[in-house]
């Protein structure tokens, strides 16, 4: 059975700190890997999709890379915003069509 | 694109009455959609999986009998609490997937307080 952890559970930094967040899976053989925002009381926003045969992802501010032989991936954020601050959540999927396995999210707050 | 809504945003009901809530993909089709449940400070839990067409899939632990789904056409699902107590309070979020796409699209969700 998949299971995905996220280190930390919540991170506090000062605005313009480049951080890292962190997602691990217990087994390796994954389709994709996604990174979503959740903003309190809101939906999922999707920040980046990594498909297995890929190593990274870049979206503005974001980069997301995947290694997927130590069952990691990493959602780098560079020079934070009050604006970043919300739960961020990993989430894998196993094979084409099957469910996502959501990770317990990281709670980031970005400090003016 | 790729918009999914939910209605109603926030429902407040008293115990033993049944609550629907509506996801619908506002600008495509879609084959599969999912309903989670979140409690606070929690991750996702996936309650279920529905197609267009057929009966949904339920994850074990989750009573069929009591949370009832309908997904009759490629836009529209519906999930109904039926006889809601106080501990089916909770943040339901629904997401769609497209037919030949691998991602999936949230809903804002729909925050249930059974009184």
């Given at each position: 059975k998949q299971e995905v952890t996220q280190i930390p559970a919540a991170l506090s930094v000062p605005e313009g700190e480049n951080l890292v967040l962190n997602c691990s899976f217990t087994?390796?053989?994954?389709?994709n890997l996604q990174w979503f925002r959740q903003d309190p009381g809101k939906g999922l926003t999707s920040l980046l999709l990594i498909q297995s045969s890929q190593r990274e992802q870049t979206s503005g501010r974001l980069n997301a890379s995947l290694d997927k032989s130590s069952g990691r991936s990493t959602l780098y954020i560079a020079a934070?915003?009050?604006?970043?601050?919300a739960t961020y959540l990993c989430a894998v999927k196993v094979t084409s069509g099957s469910r996502l396995t959501f990770g317990e999210g990281t709670q980031l707050t970005v400090n003016p | 694109g790729a918009v999914v809504s939910q209605h109603p945003s926030w429902v407040i009901c008293k115990s033993g009455t049944s609550v629907k809530i509506e996801c619908r993909s506002l600008d495509f089709q879609a084959t599969t959609m999912f309903w989670y449940r979140q409690f606070p400070k929690q991750s996702l839990m996936l309650m279920a999986t529905s197609n267009e067409g057929s009966k949904a899939t339920y994850e074990q632990g989750v009573e069929k009998d009591k949370f009832l789904i309908n997904?009759?056409?490629?836009?529209l699902s519906t999930l109904t609490v039926t006889s809601?107590?106080?501990?089916?309070?909770s943040f339901y979020i629904c997401s769609a997937e497209p037919a030949l796409q691998e991602t999936q699209y949230f809903g804002p969700g729909t925050r249930l307080l059974v009184l």
């Open positions: 087994d390796s053989a994954i389709y934070s915003q009050p604006g970043d601050s | 997904h009759a056409s490629l836009t809601a107590h106080p501990e089916d309070s």
